[in-house]
């Protein structure tokens, strides 16, 4: 079956770390771009990073650039999202997803995991 | 930064058509894509390179894209179609954005 499922969210402090794990299955994982979408409570969706197949590229959102890194290991079929220096406003839902360039559609979704930043 | 707009709500009778719209500069030179979400549930893709539909997604889903604004439609809309629509396109200044979400609801 084809899918994708995330873990490692919980409830951190401000400025704490966490990090996001995505194991796929069902289809050739380094074949394909990989992405982090998150969504606030009540919130629409907001896309946070981006990787290309063989992880060479890397692209981020301007509201995470500097405190997250997004990375793969093609080997265990994981996605992962490194996320430091936590704040409120990353409190969250995050997505992985499928993702396919050029134009950067999301056409398989994990089903989301938490992120709760709050004191 | 690049910027899509949606409206924040859209209402439609059972069986008839709903149209969704999604603004952006020069939109028609990108591609657009579409998700429904449910609520509680992961977003799902309706709609990629403006008028292709994935797999499974039926029939009555359809897109549009030109000028400024890509178009949603959703002929002899259902119930079941009730969810929030998010449109999304790629920029080169920008990388990924999303539209703001359109609740549609079907009453």
């Known amino acids: 079956e084809v899918q994708l499922l995330e873990s490692g969210g919980g409830l951190v402090q401000p400025g704490e770390s966490l990090r996001l794990s995505c194991a796929a299955s069902g289809f050739t994982f380094s074949n394909y771009a990989m992405s982090w979408v998150r969504q606030a409570p009540g919130k629409g969706l907001e896309w946070v990073s981006s990787?290309?197949?063989?992880?060479?590229?890397?692209y981020y959102a301007d509201s995470v650039k500097g405190r997250c890194t997004i990375s793969r290991d093609n080997s265990k079929n994981t996605l992962y999202l490194q996320m430091n220096s936590l704040r409120a406003e990353d409190t969250a839902v995050y997505y992985c997803?499928?993702?396919?360039?050029?134009?950067?559609?999301?056409?398989?979704w994990g089903r989301g995991t938490l992120v709760t930043v709050s004191s | 930064s690049y910027e899509l707009t949606q409206p924040p709500s859209v209402s439609v009778s059972p069986g008839q058509t709903a149209s969704i719209t999604c603004s952006g500069d020069?939109?028609?030179?990108?591609?657009s894509s579409w998700y429904h979400q449910k609520p509680g549930r992961s977003p799902v893709l309706v709609i990629y390179q403006d008028t292709k539909r994935p797999s499974g997604i039926p029939e009555r889903f359809s897109g549009s894209n030109s000028g400024n604004t890509a178009t949603l439609t959703i002929s002899g809309t259902q119930a079941m179609d009730e969810a929030d629509y998010y449109c999304?396109?790629?920029?080169?200044?920008?990388?990924?954005?999303f539209g703001g979400g359109t609740k549609l609801t079907v009453l």
């Open positions: 990787i290309s197949g063989s992880g060479n590229s890397t």
């Open positions: 997803a499928k993702t396919t360039p050029p134009d950067w559609y999301f056409d398989l």
């Open positions: 999304q396109a790629w920029d080169s200044s920008t990388a990924v954005v």
């Open positions: 020069k939109l028609g030179d990108k591609y």
